[in-house]
Nanobody
């Protein structure tokens, strides 16, 4: 019953913006650190951003700092990833994931994975 469902992906022009959503079903998102990961064609999955369950502490990959913002709406049981100034190299399937703590918000320590949403940055 525990599921994470991503939405908001699509096609956008370079320099444009998208907001991804990660909705939890079967558990309370507030109790978990939530991360966003992405996997580009032919590449390994990489971490993008994480937000802690309590204080709202955030982390970002160097490649997205200043452009992406992670946030949480506990009332809606949803975490968002606002992506601005998008670049072609941001093209990937984006996954949200739940971890027990932000220290475990890394590939290999994730408790639950979503199925992903495709983001394509192209002219």
């Amino acid at each position: 019953q525990l599921q994470l469902v991503e939405s908001g992906g699509g096609l956008v022009q370079p320099g444009g913006s998208l907001r991804l959503s990660c909705a939890a079903s079967g558990f309370t998102l507030r109790n978990y650190a939530i991360g966003w990961f992405r996997q580009a064609p032919g590449k390994e999955r990489e971490g993008v951003s994480c937000i802690s369950s309590g204080s709202g502490t955030t982390t970002y990959a160097d490649s997205v700092k200043g452009r992406f913002t992670i946030s949480r709406d506990n009332a809606k049981n949803t975490v968002y990833l606002q992506m601005n100034s998008l670049k072609p190299e941001d093209t990937a399937v984006y996954y949200c994931a739940a971890a027990l703590t932000i220290a475990q918000c890394s590939i290999g320590s994730i408790s639950y994975w979503g199925k992903g949403t495709l983001v394509t940055i192209s002219s």
